[in-house]
Every structure is written in structure tokens, then in C-alpha cells.
């Protein structure tokens, strides 16, 4: 049974005994909605990796409600203090040199000497980590490989039953995950999201590096360790940059003029209402579509249309053979 809380003072008090008693619970962040646990727990995260599902004990992004928090758990540096003093709360995380004093579980960093942190910029996150009084470890609440989910629906449509709670706050505004930046070293891009590379470069003075990961196939997109070439799969397939709809396709357009006979990210072009559409539109794609599969508009290819693009061409990947085509209803 996976309780749906309200993210009043009552559901909030909820959701934190749940996690203090090691349980699970979904929250809704500025991103994406996050499936939390103590991330001083071994137990709980091992749980987070059961009941996502996950191949790999990736290491997960740990939340906190503040900079002093954050601080508590990785060393900053000036580039650091910088970026938080004027991104935080919000859609970035940073990889820091872990300080093996803050007692997170080995499992959240697999083990690594680095740690991911974030300070959501979500109300209902924010009273959830002060309630809950720890860091929490939370990927996004999806089962491994598919949508990300930005409604507590989508949430209850892979984990119901797999979890203890979802806090349901309606909608994320963001809808892509955050960006992370490692600064575990020279600075350098693992994963596009939420906050544009362009403000992170006008912040810090400097364009920045992305990381490459050739094993994953992955070619030369950004990518942190455990992101998969293939990720955020529909079950149908997905053609990317079309120019237009072909018989027997979902069209998912981007911009005026576009998908007036289908679904839109964008009707006006705006790249922040795309990434808060992106997800659900691909759900709702996905659920319309048959054998033709989906066909995606061009999106251009700055700003969250980084982010967007990644998310895209990710759904797009070619599958592993285990993951080719969900069971119905999984998601
Ligand atoms: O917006 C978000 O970031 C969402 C919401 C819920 O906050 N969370 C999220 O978490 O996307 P997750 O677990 O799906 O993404 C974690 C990413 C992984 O790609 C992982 O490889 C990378 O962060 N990561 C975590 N720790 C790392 C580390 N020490 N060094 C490098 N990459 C790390
Ligand atoms: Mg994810």
C-alpha cells in the first residue's frame, strides 16, 4: 500500500516519521518528483535501489535543506560557495570531495570519495528535510529506465505498491533533472538539466568542460557515471528532429505553427515551459501511440534545450534487450 500524503503540516509530519523509520517516500522537488530515504541508512538506500529497480548501485544525489547542511557533508571550495551562494535553492547539484564524517551510507556514493549534494527549491522538500531533520537520498521516483516522473500520477504509476508515501504538490515547474557540476577537480559538466549551462559559465567566469563517457555509448554528451545511453525509454519508439508527422505517428511539437494536430512542448517556443512539459507529453505519447511510434519537433540546442535534447535523444537510444518493451502497466 503506497499512501498519497498532503504536503500540509500534517502529511509533511507523516512523511518524516515514515523516513525515520527507514521507509520510502516520493516527494516533489522543483525538478522532478524524488524517491527519498535516509541516506545515513544502509537500508533504506538499498531499499531506494529494490524498488527502483535499478541494474547498478549508481550513486544517488543526497538533498539538503541549506548550505550549512550541505557543508556538513562536502568540502567547498570558492568556486563552490560561489555557485550555492547564487543557484541554491534549485535545479543544480555538485559533486564535492566527501567528508567521510557525515556518516552517509557508502551505498549513496558508491563508495566514491566525492558526493553528490542539492538544496531542492520546492516548499514541500524544504518542510520535508527540516521535518525529517537528515539528508536524504532520492532519484528520481520512476522505475529504472524509464520517464522521470512530474506528478505524483506518474509516480504512483511505476512504484505503487513499492513505496510507503508520495507527497502529491501537483506539478514540477522545472520538469527536467537538476544539472550537475563536478567540482571534485577542474570544473566540468556530468549531466545537463534544470539550470543552463550559459548561467553557470556567467556565474563562474568561464565555459566549462563536459564530460565524456565513451563506454556507455553515450558518444560526446555529457554524462555522469551510471547515466545509460539509453534512459527515460517510452515504450514506443522515438524519431527525434522531424520535420514532420508521418502516417501512423504521435507527434510531439515544439513551437508555433507545429503539432497543431498533435501535442505541443511549446506552442509559443518557450524552452522553460518545454522541460516542464517534456516528461508528461512523452507519457501521454506513449500511451496514444501504436506501432508507428512518436515523432519529436526540433529543439534547439541551447540553453534547457541542452537538457531537453539529452533527455530526448536518451529516449531515443537504442535499448538493452531487457528493457525493449515494458510489461503493460508498468509505467
Ligand atoms: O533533479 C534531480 O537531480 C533529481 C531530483 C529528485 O533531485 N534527482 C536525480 O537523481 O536525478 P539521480 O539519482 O537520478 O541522479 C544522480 C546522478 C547519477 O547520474 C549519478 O551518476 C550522479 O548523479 N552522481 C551521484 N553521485 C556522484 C558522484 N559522486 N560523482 C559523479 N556523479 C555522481
Ligand atoms: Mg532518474
Not at 567528508?99 to 566525492?114: F, M, N, Q, W
Not at 511549446?266 to 511510434?293: I, K, T
Request: glycine letters at 12%; aromatic letters at 4%.
Amino acid at each position: 500500500m503506497t499512501l498519497t500524503l498532503r504536503p500540509d503540516a500534517r502529511g509533511i509530519a507523516r512523511a518524516a516519521g515514515i523516513l525515520r523509520r527507514g521507509g520510502l517516500v516520493a516527494f516533489p522537488t522543483e525538478t522532478v518528483y524524488g524517491l527519498g530515504g535516509d541516506a545515513r541508512s544502509d537500508r533504506a538506500v538499498a531499499r531506494i535501489f529494490q524498488a527502483k529497480g535499478r541494474p547498478r548501485f549508481n550513486p544517488l544525489i543526497v538533498h539538503l535543506p541549506d548550505l550549512a547542511a550541505a557543508e556538513a557533508a562536502a568540502v567547498f571550495d570558492d568556486r563552490a560557495r560561489r555557485l550555492a551562494a547564487a543557484f541554491w535553492p534549485g535545479p543544480l547539484t555538485l559533486v564535492l570531495p566527501l567528508r567521510p564524517a557525515a556518516g552517509l551510507s557508502p551505498l549513496v556514493t558508491a563508495g566514491l570519495p566525492s558526493v553528490a549534494i542539492r538544496v531542492p527549491a520546492h516548499p514541500a522538500a524544504l518542510a520535508l528535510l527540516r521535518a525529517f531533520g537528515g539528508p536524504l537520498a532520492a532519484p528520481s521516483a520512476n522505475p529504472s529506465g524509464r520517464v522521470s516522473p512530474t506528478r505524483a500520477a506518474h509516480v504512483l504509476a511505476g512504484l505503487a505498491g513499492r513505496i510507503d508515501a508520495v507527497l502529491d504538490a501537483g506539478p514540477c515547474a522545472v520538469g527536467v533533472e537538476s544539472t550537475i557540476l563536478s567540482l571534485d577537480g577542474p570544473a566540468c559538466i556530468l549531466r545537463q538539466g534544470g539550470l543552463p549551462q550559459e548561467a553557470l559559465e556567467a556565474c563562474l567566469g568561464e565555459p566549462l568542460a563536459t564530460a565524456t563517457a565513451a563506454a556507455t555509448g553515450a558518444g560526446d554528451r555529457p554524462v555522469a557515471p551510471g547515466q545509460l545511453a539509453s534512459h527515460y525509454a517510452t515504450a514506443a519508439a522515438l524519431r527525434l528532429n522531424a520535420a514532420e508527422v508521418r502516417p501512423g505517428e504521435v507527434w510531439i511539437g515544439f513551437g508555433p505553427g507545429t503539432g497543431d494536430a498533435g501535442l505541443n512542448l511549446s506552442p509559443g517556443g518557450d524552452m522553460v515551459e518545454a522541460a516542464a512539459n517534456l516528461f508528461h507529453l512523452l507519457r501521454e505519447a506513449d500511451s496514444r501511440a501504436g506501432a508507428g511510434g512518436i515523432a519529436v519537433a526540433p529543439v534547439p540546442e541551447r540553453g534547457l534545450g541542452r537538457a531537453i535534447n539529452d533527455r530526448l535523444r536518451r529516449a531515443a537510444a537504442p535499448r538493452p534487450a531487457a528493457q525493449a518493451r515494458p510489461a503493460t502497466g508498468e509505467r
